[in-house]
């Protein structure tokens, strides 16, 4: 984990002194000309981001999460905190900080943004004090969100009950994650969102834009068999996709004798299928490489179709999505 | 049909609680639920749809918002293929757009949009237009609701109505989830009698929940923010009221003049233009009581109840209404012509390029505070504002003004350009001695939020769509703001040119408007 701390943007700084080296950054920023908060009026921090990458992210996967991140700034200024744990067998006993701060330069000088990022690498036997180094990386008052990223053993969470229970919102990707974050005992469980989730929301969209414009009673009579087809790499997808069909037949009434199963394919499709005893039938198939999909239709007026384009969302817009929806 | 499913959605759904949406919508945000629709406009080879229809209706198929089956169709007098009205659209959509015209997104809206010739009192027009509706909804094998947008002069706004009414396309689906729903724009009449008279039209076509009113202020960020700002901030609103208050005022400022539309300005001028409708709607919001929930019919009963309760506008000197027109001056340190003198203006006109008023709102919570609205073309800088300023604290702690330099606490909501709000607060300034100075808090929308944020005919557009009305204005609200205003129109026209003051292009408006506020000792902003 030291490696990926070394290989993350920033100026390494004294953990004592991290807000104030990153005032002087900006200082330093507006006095060499460039764009900085203190001149350009551009920082509007309004949410604390905590990413916090466990002991399964290799250097390439944190810096492509850190440009997530960025990515993810561009669109929600925020104080991001990069937390690094160093191995259980480093024998490193102290932390260590960097700062990063970057601005994003609008059609006009007012649109500039500033977003600063705090990177702390810690032992793992400091975790006991992290509450406390990572308070004052916060900026009071704003709401915190929590990225929990590729855990190694999910049982450490218990580790870090504080950012579990004072966060806005706790996101992972269960595409990623070990299973048994599916299982974890979250102290608050309304505030955990899977990142698949947000992603699959033009998937939802599209199908519940559509389905919404039957009757309820037609989508589940004579209902047998739900299916969900997916490619290989798109099995959180899938098994997210599922469930969520699921819950919102449930929600259309009573289910009876439904056989809910998913079948996996060797391409990049996901497919959803519904199959009924009284010649109605949905289908919702998706070529994800293509961005593209047919939902095709036949609740009783004959058989309907529609080409649409369709796409996951991107890494950062389903952060967004996830943290604010 | 198929969807016959949802007769018993009203559409007062669209801020129903998530749990009481259908199933399948449950989860998404209300603006990701639009049924299948049409959007005709009326009026598609005009100004407003290329720069702001056609862009909105990009913007929203590049958010992902519209639904999966969205057709436009383009209604007008002049035949044009649908090749080129689709090349017309992109050509507008590179110019006014928010964003660069994306092929991948275009292509598909593109493929989904086409034309419809003909003539407004055309009856057979209209019969052609619904065959075409028809013939969508046979094609995809599903109901659509269709939205008219009647982008047009006013003078053909009755034509179109009807004949939605005699061709049978208002009454669509009427009382289901995807009944056809009418966006009009602005005029709403040109005085209470016009105003009573489009309304009566409209309501032989269609349900008032099946129209649309649109005033593009609403749609902006800023005003619905007004909302937030008020009634989800506990230090707010215990505040906003007389006793704490001390005025109100309210700026819609343009540095243009009238350009190459002197024809229409002529027959409308700043009350007409701006007043009646735009400024009136700032009014509203600001002097509102809290509605009892976000649902359009509570948010507008609210806002026809304070426009009830402003009294009349006393007229002439000493009264409560200045009027202007601008001479020469100058415009960002050039030369520029006086209103008389711009091309297509009689020069003996009487029609006002600026109007300000003083409005008394006689009711528990405004009784003695007086709201000042102006608004003016060829003003120092256009800049539209809202700016609450409060008493003075009791009491001679920071009296000698020498020393204290003590300024009103002021909360200003910039509704544009630089959508944002600031906060005025007396601060001390550093040093042994106790010295004050006025400091101010800025909040920035695009600096804060990115400057990507939504144009107001995007948001307004898809809540049409799916059937939320909340930010559109009911016929009673346009008839009640038209019998304040009316009086008004109605004297001045009487007077002709007296009366009407004069002020140098580029500056803040007339003496008179000064004049106004400094009997009340007060003074304008100059935001």
């Given at each position: 984990?030291?490696?990926?701390?070394?290989?993350?943007?920033?100026?390494?700084?004294?953990?004592?002194?991290?807000?104030?080296?990153?005032?002087?950054?900006?200082?330093?920023?507006?006095?060499?000309?460039?764009?900085?908060?203190?001149?350009?009026?551009?920082?509007?921090?309004?949410?604390?981001?905590?990413?916090?990458?466990?002991?399964?992210?290799?250097?390439?996967?944190?810096?492509?999460?850190?440009?997530?991140?960025?990515?993810?700034?561009?669109?929600?200024?925020?104080?991001?905190?990069?937390?690094?744990?160093?191995?259980?067998?480093?024998?490193?006993?102290?932390?260590?900080?960097?700062?990063?701060?970057?601005?994003?330069?609008?059609?006009?000088?007012?649109?500039?943004?500033?977003?600063?990022?705090?990177?702390?690498?810690?032992?793992?036997?400091?975790?006991?004090?992290?509450?406390?180094?990572?308070?004052?990386?916060?900026?009071?008052?704003?709401?915190?969100?929590?990225?929990?990223?590729?855990?190694?053993?999910?049982?450490?969470?218990?580790?870090?009950?504080?950012?579990?229970?004072?966060?806005?919102?706790?996101?992972?990707?269960?595409?990623?994650?070990?299973?048994?974050?599916?299982?974890?005992?979250?102290?608050?469980?309304?505030?955990?969102?899977?990142?698949?989730?947000?992603?699959?929301?033009?998937?939802?969209?599209?199908?519940?834009?559509?389905?919404?414009?039957?009757?309820?009673?037609?989508?589940?009579?004579?209902?047998?068999?739900?299916?969900?087809?997916?490619?290989?790499?798109?099995?959180?997808?899938?098994?997210?996709?599922?469930?969520?069909?699921?819950?919102?037949?449930?929600?259309?009434?009573?289910?009876?004798?439904?056989?809910?199963?998913?079948?996996?394919?060797?391409?990049?499709?996901?497919?959803?299928?519904?199959?009924?005893?009284?010649?109605?039938?949905?289908?919702?198939?998706?070529?994800?490489?293509?961005?593209?999909?047919?939902?095709?239709?036949?609740?009783?007026?004959?058989?309907?179709?529609?080409?649409?384009?369709?796409?996951?969302?991107?890494?950062?817009?389903?952060?967004?999505?996830?943290?604010?929806? | 049909?198929?969807?016959?499913?949802?007769?018993?959605?009203?559409?007062?759904?669209?801020?129903?609680?998530?749990?009481?949406?259908?199933?399948?919508?449950?989860?998404?945000?209300?603006?990701?639920?639009?049924?299948?629709t049409v959007v005709v406009i009326f009026g598609a080879s005009g100004d407003l749809t290329a720069r702001k229809l056609i862009p909105a209706v990009?913007?929203?198929?590049?958010?992902?918002?519209?639904?999966?089956?969205f057709f436009l169709l383009g209604f007008g007098r002049k035949p044009i293929p649908d090749d080129e009205f689709r090349k017309v659209a992109a050509d507008s959509i590179?110019?006014f757009?928010?964003?660069?015209?994306?092929?991948?997104?275009?292509?598909?809206i593109a493929a989904a949009t086409s034309y419809v010739a003909g003539g407004y009192d055309e009856r057979a027009a209209f019969d052609r237009l619904a065959k075409h509706i028809s013939a969508i909804e046979t094609k995809?094998?599903?109901?659509v609701q269709t939205l008219f947008y009647i982008s047009t002069p006013p003078s053909v706004f009755a034509p179109i109505l009807l004949n939605l009414g005699a061709s049978g396309l208002a009454a669509r689906y009427l009382?289901?989830?995807?009944q056809a729903k009418v966006i009009i724009e602005k005029p709403f009449g040109r005085d209470?009698a016009s105003a009573r008279a489009l309304n009566a039209t409209i309501r032989s076509v269609f349900e008032e929940?099946q129209v649309y009113r649109i005033?593009h202020?609403?749609?902006?960020?800023?005003?619905?923010?007004?909302?937030?700002?008020?009634?989800?901030?506990?230090?707010?609103?215990?505040?906003?009221?007389?006793?704490?208050?001390?005025?109100?005022?309210?700026?819609?400022?343009?540095?243009?003049?009238?350009?190459t539309r002197g024809g229409y300005y002529e027959q409308s001028?700043?009350?007409r233009d701006?007043?009646?409708?735009?400024?009136?709607?700032?009014?509203?919001?600001?002097?509102?009581?809290?509605?009892?929930?976000?649902?359009?019919?509570?948010?507008?009963?609210?806002?026809?109840?304070?426009?009830?309760?402003?009294?009349?506008?006393?007229?002439?000197?000493?009264?409560?209404?200045?009027?202007?027109?601008?001479?020469?001056?100058?415009?960002?340190?050039?030369?520029?012509?006086?209103?008389?003198?711009?091309?297509g203006?009689?020069?003996?006109?009487?029609?006002?390029?600026?109007?300000?008023?003083?409005?008394?709102?006689?009711?528990?919570?405004?009784?003695?505070?007086?709201?000042?609205?102006?608004?003016?073309?060829?003003?120092?800088?256009?800049?539209?504002?809202?700016?609450?300023?409060?008493?003075?604290?009791?009491?001679?702690?920071?009296?000698?003004?020498?020393?204290?330099?003590?300024?009103?606490?002021?909360?200003?909501?910039?509704?544009?350009?630089?959508?944002?709000?600031?906060?005025?607060?007396?601060?001390?300034?550093?040093?042994?001695?106790?010295?004050?100075?006025?400091?101010?808090?800025?909040?920035?929308?695009?600096?804060?939020?990115?400057?990507?944020?939504?144009?107001?005919y995007?948001?307004l557009v898809?809540?049409a769509m799916?059937?939320?009305?909340?930010?559109f204005?009911?016929g009673?609200?346009a008839?009640?703001?038209?019998?304040?205003?009316?009086?008004?129109?109605?004297?001045?026209?009487?007077?002709?040119?007296?009366?009407?003051?004069?002020?140098?292009?580029?500056?803040?408006?007339?003496?008179?408007?000064?004049?106004?506020?400094?009997?009340?000792?007060?003074?304008?902003?100059?935001?």
């Amino acid at each position: 984990m030291a490696a990926i701390f070394n290989a993350l943007p920033g100026i390494e700084v004294p953990v004592g002194s991290i807000n104030k080296s990153l005032a002087q950054l900006w200082e330093d920023t507006a006095a060499k000309g460039g764009p900085a908060p203190a001149s350009d009026d551009g920082k509007a921090t309004q949410v604390n981001f905590v990413l916090h990458l466990g002991f399964k992210t290799t250097v390439e996967d944190a810096v492509e999460q850190f440009q997530i991140a960025v990515n993810f700034s561009k669109r929600s200024p925020c104080r991001v905190v990069v937390l690094c744990p160093l191995p259980i067998y480093d024998p490193g006993t102290e932390m260590r900080a960097k700062i990063y701060g970057e601005c994003h330069l609008g059609k006009t000088k007012g649109d500039t943004r500033c977003c600063e990022f705090v990177l702390l690498s810690y032992p793992f036997a400091a975790r006991q004090y992290l509450e406390s180094q990572l308070s004052v990386c916060l900026i009071t008052d704003l709401p915190l969100y929590y990225w929990v990223h590729r855990f190694a053993a999910i049982h450490r969470l218990n580790d870090y009950q504080y950012l579990l229970r004072r966060s806005e919102r706790i996101l992972y990707d269960s595409a990623i994650a070990d299973a048994e974050i599916l299982s974890f005992a979250w102290p608050r469980p309304g505030a955990v969102h899977d990142l698949v989730y947000a992603r699959l929301l033009p998937v939802r969209q599209s199908i519940g834009q559509l389905l919404s414009g039957y009757e309820t009673a037609a989508l589940i009579s004579g209902l047998r068999a739900v299916t969900v087809t997916q490619g290989e790499t798109l099995t959180a997808e899938g098994r997210v996709l599922l469930d969520w069909t699921r819950e919102r037949l449930a929600g259309c009434g009573p289910l009876q004798n439904v056989v809910f199963d998913r079948q996996v394919v060797a391409d990049s499709s996901l497919r959803l299928d519904f199959k009924y005893d009284n010649g109605h039938s949905f289908g919702w198939h998706g070529d994800l490489a293509r961005k593209n999909a047919c939902i095709e239709a036949n609740f009783g007026a004959g058989r309907s179709a529609l080409h649409i384009a369709v796409n996951l969302l991107t890494p950062d817009a389903a952060l967004s999505d996830a943290m604010f929806f | 049909m198929i969807i016959n499913a949802l007769a018993s959605f009203r559409l007062t759904l669209t801020n129903m609680p998530d749990a009481q949406r259908h199933p399948f919508l449950q989860g998404l945000s209300k603006h990701r639920g639009a049924p299948p629709t049409v959007v005709v406009i009326f009026g598609a080879s005009g100004d407003l749809t290329a720069r702001k229809l056609i862009p909105a209706v990009f913007n929203l198929g590049y958010d992902n918002l519209l639904p999966a089956d969205f057709f436009l169709l383009g209604f007008g007098r002049k035949p044009i293929p649908d090749d080129e009205f689709r090349k017309v659209a992109a050509d507008s959509i590179k110019e006014f757009s928010r964003r660069e015209l994306n092929a991948d997104v275009w292509d598909r809206i593109a493929a989904a949009t086409s034309y419809v010739a003909g003539g407004y009192d055309e009856r057979a027009a209209f019969d052609r237009l619904a065959k075409h509706i028809s013939a969508i909804e046979t094609k995809i094998g599903r109901e659509v609701q269709t939205l008219f947008y009647i982008s047009t002069p006013p003078s053909v706004f009755a034509p179109i109505l009807l004949n939605l009414g005699a061709s049978g396309l208002a009454a669509r689906y009427l009382g289901h989830r995807h009944q056809a729903k009418v966006i009009i724009e602005k005029p709403f009449g040109r005085d209470l009698a016009s105003a009573r008279a489009l309304n009566a039209t409209i309501r032989s076509v269609f349900e008032e929940d099946q129209v649309y009113r649109i005033d593009h202020y609403l749609g902006k960020e800023t005003v619905q923010d007004l909302l937030v700002q008020r009634f989800a901030n506990a230090i707010f609103e215990p505040l906003w009221n007389r006793n704490f208050v001390d005025s109100v005022q309210i700026t819609v400022a343009e540095e243009v003049g009238v350009g190459t539309r002197g024809g229409y300005y002529e027959q409308s001028g700043a009350l007409r233009d701006m007043i009646q409708n735009h400024t009136m709607q700032l009014v509203a919001l600001t002097a509102m009581e809290p509605p009892v929930s976000l649902d359009a019919e509570a948010v507008r009963d609210e806002k026809v109840k304070v426009l009830k309760s402003i009294q009349p506008l006393r007229i002439g000197s000493g009264g409560d209404v200045v009027r202007a027109q601008y001479a020469e001056g100058m415009m960002g340190g050039k030369q520029v012509k006086g209103y008389l003198q711009e091309d297509g203006i009689n020069p003996q006109s009487a029609t006002e390029t600026y109007a300000a008023m003083r409005l008394s709102i006689n009711n528990w919570r405004w009784q003695g505070v007086p709201f000042y609205i102006r608004s003016g073309k060829h003003l120092a800088h256009r800049v539209s504002e809202i700016a609450i300023q409060f008493k003075r604290p009791p009491g001679t702690l920071f009296a000698e003004s020498d020393r204290f330099n003590l300024a009103a606490n002021t909360l200003a909501f910039q509704i544009q350009p630089d959508e944002g709000l600031s906060l005025v607060l007396n601060g001390k300034v550093p040093g042994l001695e106790t010295r004050m100075q006025p400091v101010k808090m800025n909040f920035r929308y695009s600096t804060t939020f990115g400057s990507n944020t939504p144009e107001a005919y995007e948001r307004l557009v898809l809540d049409a769509m799916i059937g939320d009305g909340t930010l559109f204005i009911r016929g009673d609200e346009a008839e009640t703001s038209w019998a304040l205003y009316t009086p008004v129109v109605e004297a001045w026209a009487a007077a002709g040119r007296e009366g009407m003051e004069s002020y140098a292009s580029g500056s803040w408006g007339p003496a008179g408007a000064d004049a106004l506020l400094a009997a009340g000792k007060h003074a304008w902003r100059q935001p």
